[in-house]
Structure formats: structure tokens, C-alpha cells
């Protein structure tokens, strides 16, 4: 993921139980996680606030909440708690001294140094987290997507439902698809070719008036953006929200569609497969939505001021 910035000497990282400088938090070539992709992550935007003079952390908890959840699955047993999670992610973002929008990389991994061995209960595990600067993720304001030829994993495969390492691969190799061919983001569909997600984004559809978005169950991220956007549209906009299977076709009919992710905030999807959705810009429900989320996750609405973790650099 590229960081807008170059990643600045003077950074600092939480690595073995301590923040160190972010050239000395390496990890052997031994690792477990390195090869086979036994690690959980998440990914947090901080937000910078240039009146308040502090980054404000959008649903920090949230997001340790989805790391744990994770971590109990993949059987990494990390020593902290939520609690402790969020103290020393406060704790590096003063210290990087941030003042711009940054992005936030806990890990939690299999650091065993032990490479032919797949029992997860033997692999001692540790928790890294990492700082960085960051822009648009997406590189566009509005966005031209194909419907990927690669299918989104399974549950029985790899659960689909936390943000394991391993499963980025199938991220990775639809958004590649995707750029290669001149497109901005890619569409998954899921085993079933029912619609699932963007490579690291939620999708929404409009229609009929109502705001349509996958069903968890379709092996959907259960994306804390898309959380946020359900709540925002019900009780901000006072438009009715499905969550459900949605065919592929009803996307190239829909009058709207945007995609929603930490990185990706909520942006508007006006193409697919080369085909203009609705009128071919930016619909008048995503844009109302989209301003919203913005001035909340910036930490200018005192309603949702709950949701943001604000920290002024050291
Ligand atoms: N789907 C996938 C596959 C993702 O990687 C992400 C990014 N975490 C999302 C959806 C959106 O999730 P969130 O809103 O929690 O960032």
C-alpha cells in the first residue's frame, strides 16, 4: 500500500514490547508469518485536524475489537488488551509527531522462528504497529471498476470475515487485475458469483430508494466504514438500508454505487465494465453520505466526536 509520503527516517515503531526507531523494528527471515501469511492486521486512518491541531483516530476500539477477533481465530495469543491497544497506538502517533493524515499498521503475527511447522498451537506469536503518512489511497475521486475474474475466499476456506495476511493475496492479485488493465479498483464476486466487495472496500448500490450493501453471510469484510455508513444513512438520512445477496446485474442497473474503507473513505463508483452507472458521476445520496463521513472522521461533527481518538503531536 503506498503511503502518499516517503517513510521519514525520524519514525518510530511498537515492536517486541517497546517503541524503537522504525529502522531497528526487523523481523528474521525465519519468521512463520513471513511465510505462509499467519498474521492478523487492521488498517486505521488517523485524520488530521488543522484547527484542533490533532490527528483524531477514527473508531480506534472498533478496529481492535475486529484485531482480536483475529487473533482468536488464528490462535495468536498477544498480551494485550484492548485497553493497552489503543495506549500505546496514542502513545506512537505522538511520538511520529504526525501533523497530516496518517495511516495505522497493527500486526499481530505468528513470529516463530520455525518454518516447516503448520499447528498454530505450537508458534509463539507478537504484536507490531507501525505509523505512517498517507493520502488518497484510491488516487481518484470517483472511481472506474471491472468485475474481477478472481473470487472472493470462502469461509470454509479462509475465513473472510477478519483481516488475516494470508488472504490479502486474493486482494492483491484482483486489484492488480484491475490497475493493469486501466480500471481504478476492482468488484469481487463471491463463490457463488453473487457481489461481495472491493480489494479493501465495501460496496453499496442504490435502488428503488433504498441503499443495498451485501449481506455478511455473501463473505463480505465486516467493514467498520460500512457499519458507520448503515448508521449514518438510517439516522441522518432517513433512507432504508438492505443488507442482502446482490446479483451482478443489478449493479450495471443500479442508480448509485460507492465503495467504502478506511483507506478508501467513501467514494463513488461511476463505471463499471465500462458501462456509466446511473448518469455516470457522482450520485446525490453517495455525496450527501460522503460529506458527512468526511467531517466526522476529521473530528468536526460534536454528534460522532465519540467516534474519533484526537492526538496532538509531542
Ligand atoms: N473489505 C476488505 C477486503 C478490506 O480489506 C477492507 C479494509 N479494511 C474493507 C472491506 C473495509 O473495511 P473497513 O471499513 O473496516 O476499513
Known amino acids: 500500500m503506498s503511503t502518499g509520503q516517503s517513510i521519514t527516517s525520524e519514525l518510530h515503531a511498537f515492536f517486541k514490547g517497546n517503541i524503537v526507531p522504525l529502522s531497528e523494528a526487523k523481523v528474521n527471515v525465519m519468521t512463520h508469518a513471513l511465510h505462509y501469511g499467519t498474521g492478523v492486521f487492521e488498517g486505521i486512518r488517523g485524520n488530521w485536524n488543522e484547527e484542533e491541531g490533532a490527528v483524531n483516530i477514527f473508531r480506534l476500539r472498533e478496529h481492535y475489537e475486529r484485531l482480536l477477533r483475529g487473533c482468536k481465530l488464528l490462535m495468536l495469543d498477544i498480551p494485550y488488551s484492548i485497553d493497552q491497544l489503543c495506549d500505546i497506538t496514542v502513545e506512537l502517533v505522538a511520538k511520529n509527531r504526525h501533523n497530516h493524515d496518517i495511516y495505522i499498521r497493527p500486526l499481530a503475527y505468528k513470529s516463530a522462528e520455525l518454518v516447516a511447522n503448520l499447528k498454530l498451537q505450537d508458534l509463539e506469536s507478537d504484536f507490531t504497529l507501525i505509523t505512517v503518512p ?129 483507506a478508501a473513505h467513501l467514494t463513488p463508483v461511476i463505471e463499471l465494465d465500462n458501462r456509466p452507472i446511473g448518469d455516470g458521476t457522482s450520485g446525490d445520496i453517495s455525496t450527501r453520505l460522503q460529506k458527512m463521513y468526511f467531517d466526522i472522521v476529521v473530528g468536526n461533527n460534536p454528534k460522532y466526536k465519540h467516534w474519533c481518538t484526537s492526538v496532538t503531536p509531542t
Open 134 to 262: 498517507f493520502g488518497n489511497y484510491l488516487g481518484s475521486d470517483t472511481l472506474r471498476c471491472c468485475t474481477s475474474s478472481w473470487r472472493r475466499v470462502d469461509d470454509p476456506m479462509i475465513p473472510a470475515r477478519l483481516k488475516i495476511s494470508g488472504i490479502y493475496v486474493n486482494s492483491i492479485l484482483a486489484k492488480t487485475e484491475a490497475t493493469m488493465a486501466g480500471f481504478d479498483e476492482a468488484i469481487i464476486l463471491n463463490h457463488d458469483g453473487h457481489v461481495c466487495e472491493g480489494s479493501g472496500e465495501n460496496l453499496f448500490m442504490i435502488a428503488n430508494g433504498k441503499i443495498h450493501t451485501s449481506s455478511l453471510e455473501d463473505n463480505v469484510l465486516p467493514g467498520i466504514t460500512r457499519e458507520t455508513i448503515i448508521q449514518l444513512a438510517q439516522s441522518e438520512l432517513g433512507v432504508e438500508v438492505v443488507e442482502r445477496t446482490i446479483d451482478r446485474s443489478e449493479l450495471y442497473l443500479a442508480d448509485e454505487i460507492f465503495l467504502t474503507g478506511t
